[in-house]
């Protein structure tokens, strides 16, 4: 898949950096958590993603907290705009269960209100629709190396699919 936008919208990406960094020795890939109520867009994150990811998907805010709540993830990727809870709030409410929890907020809705809202619900960080398949890539990169100390998890997890 060429590196283009995904989403509707334009704005620049920012992120908050950890100082909680823990060093984990992965011999299974990484669980990553789409939520999102778009099946399209789902279904673009799961061609993206599924190489290097054991993928569980969400419909809703509240799927996704179930799902926190019952499985192992290493990071959340959620949309704003969901059914009941929004992507804040269902951040709120995942960083009560699992406060290292890195979760990426994406939004076709973005603006500076926002993206200090996610980041005082300790969103990692916020990415505006449409975002761009390489920065997606190097922002969910990122939030697994700085929370789990791992900086080739594309390449090793690429080796254990």
Request: charge should be negative; aromatic fraction near 6%.
């Amino acid at each position: 898949m060429p590196d283009g936008l995904l989403g509707t919208s334009h704005r620049e990406n920012t992120h908050r950096q950890s100082n909680r960094i823990a060093i984990v020795t992965r011999n299974r890939p990484y669980q990553l958590l789409i939520a999102d109520d778009d099946p399209d867009f789902r279904d673009v994150l799961r061609s993206i993603f599924e190489p290097w990811f054991a993928l569980l998907e969400a419909v809703s805010g509240e799927q996704a907290v179930e799902i926190v709540e019952g499985e192992r993830v290493d990071l959340v990727l959620l949309d704003m705009n969901m059914e009941r809870l929004t992507g804040i709030e269902t951040i709120r409410i995942v960083k009560q269960i699992d406060v290292r929890l890195p979760c990426i907020l994406v939004t076709g809705d973005y603006d500076e209100q926002l993206q200090q809202e996610a980041l005082q619900a300790d969103a990692w960080s916020v990415l505006p629709k449409p975002v761009r398949k390489r920065e997606l890539i190097h922002c969910v990169s990122e939030a697994i190396d700085s929370t789990y100390g791992d900086p080739d998890v594309f390449s090793r997890n690429a080796a254990m699919n």
